[in-house]
């Protein structure tokens, strides 16, 4: 009896276990995603950039084109509301002919409240050693010569410009550690959870032949590689090149 008992017991137990419904886990969540992005855009004062066409004018009254703009972005940073600097991206080699060269990315930035960002054109010298970035086809081909002091091109804007209606070739080059431009761009703008912000730093190529010095073709230089004072000319004309 004692055991039919204890069987009646353990047969009521499994029922009661087996009928028992079973729960399945809820899915996790998706995350929530938070993008940032900076587009990189130009202008030619008013005028739209194109390319390989005598559709613009510097200041000093020269018509020009432009076949090649390639430049080095370095030390990419949001301004927090305090002024402190958060570093987003080391560098980026841009072509301005290359749109997914254009678009810097950054996924989950931190949130809170900005108020610009800030970047040099070209790179710090840490970086401005031969070899010091990736040996892949867009760093070669923007490497400095090492009889000039090695590192890299910060700016390559090539093309053409007329004098008295004669096309003339032209290279705006610029290199080494004292050609470095650090830039600041003022714009309030907030990063919350989930959000897509997108700002758009404005290049206006015409500037880099405008201000502090109008830059003259037939005076200062058309080809200004290791012509220190073109060079530096160029370079405080860079200060101004972006907006936001």
Excluded at 5 to 27: A, D, M, Q, R
Excluded at 167 to 190: D, E, V
Excluded at 208 to 230: E, H, V
Aim: proline residues 7%; contains cysteine; aromatic residues 14%.
């Amino acid at each position: 009896m004692m055991r039919f008992g204890v069987y009646c017991f353990l047969l009521f137990v499994i029922c009661c276990t087996s009928c028992k419904k079973k729960t399945e886990p809820l899915p996790d969540a998706d995350p929530v995603s938070t993008t940032m992005a900076l587009q990189l855009d130009y202008i030619t004062d008013n005028g739209s950039f194109q390319t390989n066409a005598f559709t613009y004018t510097t200041p000093a009254g020269y018509p020009y084109s432009v076949t090649k703009l390639e430049y080095y972005l370095s030390q990419i940073c949001l301004l927090r509301s305090d002024s402190s600097k958060l570093l987003m991206q080391n560098y980026q080699y841009v072509d301005a002919t290359q749109p997914q060269t254009n678009t810097l990315s950054y996924s989950n930035p931190p949130t809170g409240n900005y108020i610009g960002i800030s970047f040099n054109i070209g790179l710090i010298p840490s970086q401005n050693t031969t070899g010091a970035l990736p040996e892949v086809n867009d760093n070669i081909n923007m490497q400095w010569p090492d009889p000039m002091g090695g590192g890299y091109h910060f700016l390559k804007m090539e093309g053409y410009y007329k004098d008295a209606g004669v096309p003339q070739g032209y290279a705006m080059h610029l290199g080494t550690n004292k050609c470095l431009i650090p830039t600041l761009l003022y714009k309030k703008f907030s990063i919350s959870t989930g959000s897509e912000v997108i700002l758009k730093p404005l290049m206006n190529i015409n500037s880099w032949f405008r201000s502090p010095y109008k830059f003259d073709f037939n005076k200062d230089g058309n080809y200004i590689m290791g012509n220190d004072t073109a060079m530096l000319k160029i370079t405080a004309n860079g200060k101004n090149v972006f907006s936001l």
